[in-house]
T-cell receptor
Framework: DAGITQSPRHKVTETGTPVTLRCHQT?????MYWYRQDPGHGLRLIHY???????DKGEVSDGYSVSRSKTEDFLLTLESATSSQTSVYFC???????????FGPGTRLTVL | KNEVEQSPQNLTAQEGEFITINCSYS?????LHWLQQHPGGGIVSLFM???GKKKHGRLIATINIQEKHSSLHITASHPRDSAVYIC????????????FGTGTSLTVIP
């Protein structure tokens, strides 16, 4: 599992509240990713990071921000959650020099 | 338009059947990946291919670069093979960013 954990694993929140999801890795990998998974869409890239304080937008970045102040942690923040952000969120890392990605266990977020 | 298309979207098979899941892509790739996701579970990598064929147990993955097509085969299917199978590609231009298909949901009935 490449030492990837996500927290929380489940969260229910209300529209308009801020939410932060955490991805933690133990193996010092440079590249980290946040995806959301929705029926009919598959996995879609929200943001990714290629190093501490180096991040970039993905396909569906609107309404999300990220931060990476330490190699091991990649945070995804929903500044003001909306019902359309109800989804399962996966963090992933890629091993430098390979194309392989390893995924965290996922966080199920419900916005009421 | 999605760069990666999978078929079928849903597949039901009897235990023991030979199963094929298809993936077509429209971009230049550096590698193609097959991933597996069990219900309520995480996502694990099954294969990474840039040419030819790979085999792991009852799973076989093939790729035809000229036709931009890959297949995942499962021989002697078993109910524990029930999962969503996801095709993804990494491209020459974007390096290790993945582009995903929407997945094929497989149910194997005893």
């Amino acid at each position: 599992d490449a030492g990837i954990t996500q927290s929380p694993r489940h969260k229910v929140t209300e529209t308009g509240t801020p939410v932060t999801l955490r991805c933690h890795q133990t193996e010092n990998h440079r590249y980290m990713y946040w995806y959301r998974q929705d029926p009919g869409h598959g996995l879609r890239l929200i943001h990714y990071s290629y190093g501490v304080k180096d991040t970039d937008k993905g396909e569906v970045s609107d309404g999300y921000s990220v931060s990476r102040s330490k190699t091991e942690d990649f945070l995804l923040t929903l500044e003001s959650a909306t019902s359309s952000q109800t989804s399962v969120y996966f963090c992933a890392i890629s091993v430098q020099g390979t194309d392989t990605q390893y995924f965290g266990p996922g966080t199920r977020l419900t916005v009421l | 338009k999605n760069e990666v298309e999978q078929s079928p979207q849903n597949l039901t098979a009897q235990e023991g059947e030979f199963i094929t899941i298809n993936c077509s892509y429209s971009v230049g790739i550096s590698a193609l990946h097959w991933l597996q996701q069990h219900p309520g579970g995480g996502i694990v990598s099954l294969f990474m291919l840039s040419s030819g064929k790979k085999k792991h147990g009852r799973l076989i993955a093939t790729i035809n670069i000229q036709e931009k097509h890959s297949s995942l085969h499962i021989t002697a299917s078993h109910p524990r093979d029930s999962a969503v199978y996801i095709c993804a590609v990494t491209t020459i231009i974007t390096g290790n960013q993945f582009y995903f298909g929407t997945g094929t949901s497989l149910t194997v009935i005893p």
